[in-house]
């Protein structure tokens, strides 16, 4: 049967088509973009007979058609360093000319005898007996047919292969976290213009339509607008191995290391990871290696995975998004595939040293990765020596939860003996997040004795840095984790003090805590906040016309009202509801035109 979206309640009709063969490739790559298009060109210097495939009639994707023609942060070695001298652009100085960029991977693929198929939509998997991926559908101008391949990269940035192959993808409707979408404004002459105004959901066709009009309108003055949504945050693998921003903090190393990364944690939006729980991200930029293995799919055979589709936490992604990083991470998918097939061996057993003597001849990893190891289990010492360390502005958090389980013990331990009041609330507020109650008391007389709110977090889409919650909020979010209703006193009275005038992160802390509590008394307090002027009804059911809402002068502040309806009317459903008010809520969220928010709501009513 046809898989349709999520939109649209089980599968489609079956259909039963036969297509033509179209040929037969070692290598196809779908998406000529920032990861394809280098995948394609690795997969040709090293002799592989490969198949381009991309919908619009550039190369490049967001690095060109998406006109984000600027690196921020990443590290710049290697393949991409000898593409940017390719196409002129000078180390230190901005932007490239898109047109050069895409027009040199044109000429670098037919170079090498590469086939590169513009106008053609991909859109379905082939699978062998034994569930291997061997090729994909695809729609060309000249009808639809069938390309077969010994493997397949997925280069869409949207795990559109992967998830039609039946691969598993990060389930991102459970937490409502999103960074933001930009449609940039196109003018004559210039080539670089980001912006961040909304969410988008690749795989929604209402969103992209949406999307598009709210784009128009916002730069209706402009002379036209980018052809390729740019959305910074879409569907993600689960793959062999799952990049988190521990692993970042903690410089993991892996035997299988094909890509160093780099930048900083720019969000664009709030984070969700525990460790930002508790400690907001830094603004320095850091370095991340990542492994072959977050290229994999869990359960799939034949295919690669690169771009913002790889497999890493939401948090993670922002230090391996960069493109000089999915330049060069794409360029090793691209090798690594040629490799396979030369060697008739599967992607998973390629000879991996290889793969990385050339990428260390080439210079996009240090030659120590050649010898590293992964680095964790981490040593008992250091755990000990990180627990240790905490009181002193969290500075070894990141190691502490990478081994919660060995570290409680540590941590209970310390709450105990630990003298100033200051070092017993860290502890506390440690374990709670672990959910664990050893440091109630204590967490719960901090957050009762905190009068006033401090100062809270707003939604913002440019430029978020730091932690996007309060010190208030997250020692509320530790409570709830514990789940002791005896917490629930405190924090509805936080709760029943807040106001329309009051930050986003608030909200967020109180409706996650009492969720997680899930007692029915906090209903009718949850009810009531939703009930205040201006607290609910920023739904945009499917149908309403987007052009009213590309007016409003603030976007950040929109969206930081549709959050904070979301997470409340899911907090009120959660805790039991009062007169299906949250239940409503959430069912014309499930009909909002947003996507991320239509997907989440729907989640939410059927996981109370
Ligand atoms: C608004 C924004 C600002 C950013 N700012 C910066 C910055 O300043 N500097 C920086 O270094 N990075 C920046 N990034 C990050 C970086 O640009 C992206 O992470 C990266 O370009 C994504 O690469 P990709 O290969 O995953 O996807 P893309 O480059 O988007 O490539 C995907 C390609 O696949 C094609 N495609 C998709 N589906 C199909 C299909 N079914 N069939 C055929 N073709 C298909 C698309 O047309 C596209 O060409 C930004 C990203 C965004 C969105």
Redesign the pocket.
């Known amino acids: 049967p046809l898989r349709t979206p999520h939109r649209f309640d089980g599968d489609g009709p079956a259909v039963s088509m036969e297509l033509p063969v179209l040929g037969t490739w070692d290598v196809v790559v ?7 298009g280098p995948a394609a060109i690795g997969a040709l210097r090293h002799g592989a007979k490969t198949l381009l ?4 009639n550039e ?5 060109t ?2 006109g ?1 023609t ?5 590290h710049i070695c290697g393949f991409t360093a000898e593409m940017d001298a390719a196409i002129g652009k000078v180390p230190g100085t901005p932007d490239w000319n898109r047109i050069d960029k895409g027009e040199w991977y044109r000429k670098e693929i037919r170079k090498q005898g590469g086939d590169i198929w513009t106008s ?4 379905g998997a082939v699978l062998d007996q034994a569930g291997k991926l061997g090729g994909v559908c695809v729609a060309t101008p000249f009808g639809p047919g069938v390309v077969l391949a010994n493997s397949v990269i997925d ?4 795990a ?1 292969i992967a998830a039609a192959a039946g691969a598993e993808c990060q389930d991102q409707e459970r937490e409502l976290g999103v960074q933001g ?2 449609l940039s404004p196109l003018r004559p002459g210039d080539h670089y213009v ?3 105004y909304m969410f988008s959901d690749d795989s929604d066709i209402i969103d992209l339509w949406r999307t598009f009009i709210l784009g128009r309108e916002r730069f209706k003055h402009a002379y036209d607008l980018g052809q ?1 949504i ?3 945050e879409r569907r993600r693998i689960v793959g062999d191995f799952v990049v988190s921003p521990l692993d970042i903090y903690n410089l993991r190393t892996y035997p299988d290391t094909i890509c160093v990364s780099r930048s900083n944690f720019d969000s664009h939006g709030y984070t969700v990871h525990p460790l930002f729980t508790i400690k907001g991200p830094d603004h320095d930029a850091v370095f991340a290696d990542l492994p072959y293995r977050s290229l994999l799919p869990r359960g799939v055979d034949g295919l690669l995975v ?4 790889i497999s890493g936490h939401r948090d993670a992604m922002p230090i391996l ?4 990083d ?1 330049q060069n991470h ?1 360029y090793a998918a691209g090798v690594a595939a040629a490799m396979a097939a030369e060697s008739k061996k599967s992607l998973r057993d390629i000879d991996i040293k290889a793969l990385q003597r050339h990428l260390v001849a080439i210079g996009n990893v240090p030659e120590r990765v050649l010898t590293d190891v992964d680095s964790y289990p981490l040593p008992q010492a250091t755990l000990a020596a990180a627990v240790e360390q905490l009181d002193d502005d969290w500075r070894r958090l990141s190691v502490v939860l990478a081994a919660p389980e060995r570290a409680l013990p540590l941590l209970r331990d310390a709450w105990r003996s630990a003298e100033l009041p200051e070092q017993k609330l860290r502890y506390a507020h440690m374990l709670g997040m672990l959910g664990d109650g050893t440091g109630f008391a204590t967490l719960l007389a901090a957050v009762e004795a905190a009068k006033d709110w401090d100062d809270g977090w707003n939604y913002r889409g440019m430029g978020q840095f730091g932690p996007s919650l309060s010190l208030q909020d997250s020692m509320i979010i530790a409570l709830g984790r514990i789940g002791d209703r005896r917490a629930q006193d405190a924090i509805l009275a936080k709760a029943k003090t807040l106001t329309t005038s009051h930050k986003f992160s608030h909200f967020r802390a109180v409706s996650l805590a009492l969720s997680q509590v899930g007692d029915q008394r906090a209903a009718a307090v949850l009810a009531e906040l939703l009930k205040q002027p201006g607290m609910s009804g920023h739904d945009q059911p499917v149908g309403s016309d987007p052009r009213r809402f590309a007016k409003m002068e603030n976007p950040d502040y929109r969206r930081t009202e549709e959050l904070r309806e979301l997470f409340l009317a899911a907090a009120l459903f959660r805790c039991g509801d009062v007169d299906g008010m949250g239940r409503a809520i959430l069912e014309r969220y499930v009909r909002d035109g947003r996507g991320i928010y239509a997907r989440h709501a729907k989640y939410v009513l059927a996981n109370p």
Do not use: C, H, K, W
């Open positions: 779908v998406g000529g973009g920032t990861g394809g495939l991309e919908y619009l190369l490049g994707g967001t690095s058609a998406g984000i600027r690196y921020y942060y990443g053609v939509l991909v859109f280069s869409t940035g949207n559109d979408t930009g980001n912006t961040d390729l740019a959305t910074r690169t771009g913002l589709a998004r960069m493109q000089p999915v794409g």
